[in-house]
């Protein structure tokens, strides 16, 4: 079961977690073409072996451990962490579709600032 990035990671994008994984399953990093494009990071589900190594590393705590222990409100980022893509823009608008419908459909989770989202999730 892979690790889900959720909604605290909008606007923080820090990257703390891809320097952390073992695996290079975090996209986009920094270094890479779609950095800039992208509304947040995602996880790849099939390349993640569940170390568990950038739940730490996230200021934010955007990381759930898999999609059963990702909130019920967040469950719609489980398929944009699986669809999203390097080099395939398709890929890449789909998954960014998916955020833009999550933004748009939680405003007042998304009001809420990056680093005191995640505690709040079990409030909505
Ligand atoms: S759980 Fe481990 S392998 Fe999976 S994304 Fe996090 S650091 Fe990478
Ligand atoms: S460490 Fe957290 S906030 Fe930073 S990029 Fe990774 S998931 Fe997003």
Same mark, same amino acid.
């Given at each position: 079961m892979p690790f889900i990035i959720t909604d /605290?990671? %909008?606007?923080?994008?820090?990257?703390a977690c891809v320097d952390v994984? /073992?695996?290079?399953? %975090?996209? /986009?990093?920094?270094?890479?073409?779609e950095f800039a494009q992208a509304t947040m990071l995602y996880i790849h589900p099939e390349e993640c %072996?569940?170390?568990?190594?950038c739940v730490p590393a996230c200021p934010v705590a955007? %990381?759930?451990?898999s999609p059963d222990a990702t909130p019920a409100h967040q469950k719609d980022l489980i398929e944009a962490n699986a669809i999203y893509r390097n080099g395939d823009a398709d890929a890449i608008a789909r998954a960014e579709e998916i955020v833009k419908a999550h933004v748009a459909s939680q405003p007042e989770l998304m009001a809420i600032p990056g680093p005191e989202r995640q505690a709040a999730h079990a409030r909505f």
């Open positions: /605290p990671c %909008i606007e923080t994008k820090d990257t994984c /073992p695996v290079d399953c %975090i996209h /986009p990093r920094k270094d890479e073409a %072996i569940d170390c568990g190594a955007a %990381i759930y451990e």
